[in-house]
C-alpha cells in the first residue's frame, strides 16, 4: 500500500509541505506548470535548496511581485483586497480553474478548515469571514500546490506523526498572539490531529499547514513498517535550535500489517426486526462484516451477541449507529490482524450465459469462485438446479 508519512517533528507550514512533496515528485517544474492553471497572477515561485543545521531540503518561496515593483499607495490597496477575499472568492479561483477536479475537492476542503477556524475565532459565520490569511496569494498557492503534489504521487494512505507546536508569542496582522495560534488551536480541534507543545519558543505549525495535515493524514502515531522509502525533506524559514524542517517518506506498507476493529455487544431486549435492520445499516455505512451469534446471559436469557468487523476509522460512526438502533448500552472493542488474499471480480462465459466471479489467487494457485447473486439469475433464467452451476468445468481449480 503506497503510503506518505509526514515526520512533524518540527511543525509544518504550506510552504514546508510544497518543498517536501515537491522533493518527492522530482518535478520542480510540474509544480509551477501545474499552478498555471489556477489563473492567479501577482506571484513567483522560486524553489532552492537551503540548509537547516546541516540538513539539505527545498524551500519553496512565494514571492508577490506588488511586494517589490509597487508604490506604497498600490500596496496597501492590493493588501486591502486581500483582505477582503473570502471563502466564496477562493472557491470560485480553484473551480474557474482547469486543474483536474480531485484537486480542486481536495484544495476546497483544506480552504474550509482553515475558513471554519478563522469564522470561530473571529465569532463570524463562514460568509463573513474576510482573512488576510486565507485571502493570501501565498495561502492559496500553499494549498492547491500541495493539493495538486498529492494528486500526482496519488498514495493509498497519509499518516502524520504526532504534530508539534512551539510556544510563547508572535506578531501577526491581529497583534501579539500567543503559540498554537488561535486559528491552530481551533483547527486542531475540529480534527483527529494529536500534537503537542515543545520547547521552542516561536510558532511552527501556520493555520495553512495544520489545515494540510488535519485533511491529508488519516492516523498519527509513529513511523510503521516502510520497504522502498524515498524521502521528501521541505525546509521553512526559520533558523532554529531544531532543524526546521519537514520530512515526507513515501514508501510501502504491506497491507496484511493493517489491523481491523472487532465490535461486540450481547443484546437480551431488543426485536428481531430492529437487529435485520440495524445489521443492514451497519453494511451500508462501511461495516466490513456483521453478524449475530445465539448466546444465553444471566438468568438463561437467550440473546444475541452482535459481533461488527471495520476499519479502525469507522468504529466512532459505527458504534453510534449501534447506540442509536439497538438497546444496548455497552460496546467492547479490540484490534485484530487479517490477511487477504488477492482477489479480482470477473465475469466469465458459461454455457448458460455470463456468470460474476470473485477470482482468488493463494501463491499462484487460482480459485474461481461465483457471485451468489449472479448464479441465482443464471439457475432461473436456465431452469435448472442452482447445485448443477457447481460442477461447471469453468468454476474448476487452477494452478
Partial sequence: MKTIYFDCSSGISGNMALGALTEI???EKYLKNELKKLNVEGYQIEISKKVKNGITGTFVDVILENEHHHHENEVQSHEHHHEHRNLNDVNKIIDESS????????????????????????????????FHEVGAIDSIVDIVGTAILINKINPDKIISSVV??????????????????????????????KFKQIDIDTELVTPTGAAIIAELADEFELLP????????????????????????????????????????????????????????????????????????????????????????????????IIFRETTTIGI?????????????LSEIDTKYGKLKVKIVNNQGNIFTYPEYESMKKVAEKNGIPLKELYKLDELKFEK
Fill in 25 to 27: 515528485v522530482g518535478d
Fill in 99 to 130: 486543474l483536474e477536479q480531485k484537486v480542486k475537492d481536495l484544495a476546497k476542503r483544506i480552504f474550509l478548515r482553515v475558513a471554519n477556524a478563522e469564522a470561530k475565532v473571529h465569532n463570524k459565520s463562514l460568509e463573513e469571514v474576510h
Fill in 164 to 193: 508539534n507546536d512551539g510556544y510563547g508569542f508572535i506578531e501577526c496582522a491581529h497583534g501579539t498572539m500567543s503559540v498554537p495560534v488561535p486559528a491552530t488551536s481551533e483547527i486542531f480541534a475540529n480534527s483527529n490531529v
Fill in 225 to 320: 513498517e516502510m520497504q522502498n522509502a524515498k524521502i521528501g525533506w521541505g525546509v521553512g524559514s526559520k533558523d532554529l535550535k531544531i532543524p526546521n524542517v519537514l520530512k515526507a517518506y513515501y514508501g510501502e506498507i504491506k497491507k496484511e500489517d493493517e489491523s481491523i476493529a472487532i465490535m461486540e455487544t450481547n443484546i437480551d431486549d431488543c426485536q428481531g426486526e430492529v437487529l435485520g435492520y440495524t445489521q443492514e445499516i451497519l453494511l451500508k455505512e462501511g461495516a466490513l462484516d456483521v453478524f449475530y451469534t445465539p448466546i444465553f446471559m444471566k438468568k438463561n436469557r437467550p440473546a444475541y451477541k452482535l459481533t461488527v468487523a471495520c476499519k479502525k476509522e469507522d468504529v466512532f460512526k459505527l458504534q453510534d
Fill in 332 to 344: 467492547r472493542y479490540r484490534y485484530e490482524y487479517k490477511t487477504e488474499l488477492e482477489r479480482n
